[in-house]
């Protein structure tokens, strides 16, 4: 059973003779930052950035922090999970196993410059049918900010939960009202007007789509 990220920090720091003010301060944190994240679990996880420093300080995987297992430790890139389901630009995909698989590793810069997003709180995943052509297609892999979904809502592609089915869609805010319209951008598809924001069970907010070209 893989260790605890909060009790390898703590063996590491025991073995090495490490003080938790002194790390905390590596990570440009307060002194007490690490020891409430050991003894109150607060944050409640590291986040990417703050891994990548603790790892190269101690000279261990990222992953003994929380990371994803086999993450690369290539500076300069970030890893991003890939789950293997799909999200349906169609009737709807029924996700069966979210656990996270082989991973995308992006320039660091570039995503960046893409998102504000850490990398935990993003993901990738494919879509499955014709009703977001010719804007997304059928096996396109598509970037997720589940940090991005109804608390900031606005105009914009987002995969949406409805039942147990993942769907991809173009979501329209009406500002005045606060209503919201669920379209394909395929015309072939009927569009779910009128919805109220309760009624959307938003993961999160499509950010880059990548293709392969016939």
Same mark, same amino acid.
Not at 31 to 52: C, M, N
Not at 122 to 145: A, C, H, K, W
Not at 193 to 211: E, F, S
């Given at each position: 059973?893989?260790? /605890?990220?909060?009790?390898?920090?703590?063996?590491?720091?025991?073995?090495?003779?490490?003080?938790?003010?002194?790390?905390?301060?590596?990570?440009?944190?307060?002194?007490?930052?690490?020891?409430?994240?050991?003894?109150?679990?607060?944050?409640?996880?590291?986040?990417?950035?703050?891994?990548?420093?603790?790892?190269?300080?101690?000279?261990?995987?990222?992953?003994?922090?929380?990371?994803?297992?086999?993450?690369?430790?290539?500076?300069?890139?970030?890893?991003?999970?890939?789950?293997?389901?799909?999200?349906?630009?169609?009737?709807?995909?029924?996700?069966? +196993?979210?656990?996270?698989?082989?991973?995308?590793?992006?320039?660091?810069?570039?995503?960046?410059?893409?998102?504000?997003? /850490?990398?935990? +709180?993003?993901?990738?995943?494919?879509?499955?049918? +014709?009703?977001?052509?010719?804007?997304?297609? $059928?096996?396109?892999?598509?970037?997720? $900010?589940?940090?991005?979904?109804?608390?900031?809502?606005?105009?914009?592609?987002?995969?949406?939960?409805? $039942?147990?089915?993942?769907?991809?869609?173009?979501?329209?805010?009406?500002?005045?009202?606060?209503?919201?319209?669920?379209?394909? $951008?395929?015309?072939?598809?009927?569009?779910?007007? +009128?919805?109220?924001?309760?009624?959307?069970?938003?993961?999160?907010?499509?950010?880059?789509?990548?293709?392969?070209?016939?």
């Amino acid at each position: 059973m893989p260790e /605890d990220p909060r009790s390898a920090l703590e063996r590491l720091c025991v073995e090495r003779g490490e003080e938790f003010a002194a790390l905390s301060r590596l990570l440009g944190k307060n002194s007490a930052y690490i020891q409430q994240y050991l003894r109150r679990g607060t944050p409640k996880r590291l986040k990417e950035d703050e891994r990548r420093i603790l790892a190269r300080y101690f000279g261990v995987p990222e992953s003994l922090f929380g990371a994803p297992e086999g993450q690369p430790i290539t500076p300069g890139l970030i890893a991003v999970m890939r789950v293997p389901i799909s999200a349906s630009a169609g009737s709807g995909a029924f996700p069966t +196993d979210e656990r996270p698989r082989p991973y995308f590793a992006f320039d660091e810069r570039w995503l960046k410059q893409m998102t504000s997003a /850490d990398a935990d +709180d993003l993901v990738i995943i494919r879509v499955e049918g +014709d009703s977001m052509v010719p804007t997304l297609g $059928d096996s396109d892999d598509i970037l997720i $900010d589940r940090g991005d979904a109804l608390a900031r809502l606005r105009d914009g592609i987002y995969v949406i939960r409805v $039942d147990e089915a993942l769907i991809v869609k173009r979501i329209a805010l009406n500002p005045v009202t606060r209503r919201v319209t669920v379209q394909s $951008d395929n015309l072939a598809y009927t569009d779910w007007p +009128d919805l109220a924001l309760g009624d959307v069970n938003c993961i999160g907010r499509v950010i880059w789509a990548a293709r392969k070209v016939a």
